[in-house]
Nanobody, 123 residues
Framework: VQLQASGGGLVQPGGSLRLSCAAS????????MGWYRQVPGKQRDLVAT???????NYLDSVKGRFTISRDNAKNTVYLQMNSLKPEDTAVYYC??????????????????WGQGTQVTVSS
């Protein structure tokens, strides 16, 4: 299973970006999906998560500005980021809990990470 993230870039304060993360490979089902971010020298922080049924949770500092969504048919999770601030600058990583097919049916759920995409908010 691979997670391919895209959509990062350089944006001015107050601007918007939309991140996408598509899962591919041996996929039976995907449970929770999410976005995390990390700046150099600091731990990776949870930004937002979404269940298969689209129940979402957010980091307090992004509530009202970021929206997480998913397309289960495409195995893809999105992060719409509006009103971006310099403190949102980080490498953003997608994450997913995936159950794969096996010869006997399906495997236990495993957690996967995408490769990260840089988001820079600067004037």
């Amino acid at each position: 299973v691979q997670l391919q993230a895209s959509g990062g870039g350089l944006v001015q304060p107050g601007g918007s970006l939309r991140l996408s993360c598509a899962a591919s490979g041996n996929i039976f089902s995907i449970n929770a999906m999410g976005w995390y971010r990390q700046v150099p020298g600091k731990q990776r922080d949870l930004v937002a998560t979404i269940t298969r049924g689209s129940s979402a949770n957010y980091l307090d500092s992004v509530k009202g500005r970021f929206t997480i969504s998913r397309d289960n048919a495409k195995n893809t999770v999105y992060l719409q980021m509006n009103s971006l601030k310099p403190e949102d600058t980080a490498v953003y990583y997608c994450n997913a809990d995936v159950r794969s097919y096996s010869s006997g049916g399906y495997d236990p759920i495993k957690n996967y990470w995408g490769q990260g995409t840089q988001v820079t908010v600067s004037s």
